[in-house]
């Protein structure tokens, strides 16, 4: 999954840095939490191809986990790691603007 944000501000965003900084959390927030409820979680996966050879692929598909307990465990790893940032993210964010 690849997150990006805008490196200057878009049209109607505010010119505070504070206020610059906040909306830039909010975007990466929704951006976040969007992608954990679709379920769409990039993780390491390790598969084997029709060959017999092991390949590494950076994937956000799940069925990959599916294919060996490490990978389902890489799998809980990462979307684990999305709720810690979220969480993280919206306590940045606390701090320039009280939650409502």
Do not use: C, Q
Not at 76 to 90: H, Q, S
């Amino acid at each position: 999954m690849s997150i990006l944000l805008p490196s200057t501000p878009a049209a109607g965003m505010p010119e505070d840095p504070d206020e610059v900084l906040a909306a830039r959390l909010e975007m990466l927030i929704a951006r976040l939490v969007a992608a954990r409820a679709s379920g769409r979680i990039g993780y390491w996966a390790v598969f084997e191809d029709k060959r017999g050879v092991s390949h590494d692929a950076f994937t956000t598909d799940a069925a990959y986990a599916d294919l060996s307990p490490e990978n389902a465990a890489r799998r809980t790893g990462a979307a684990a790691a999305i709720d810690r940032a979220i969480e993280r993210y919206r306590a940045t964010l606390t701090g320039f603007r009280p939650a409502p």
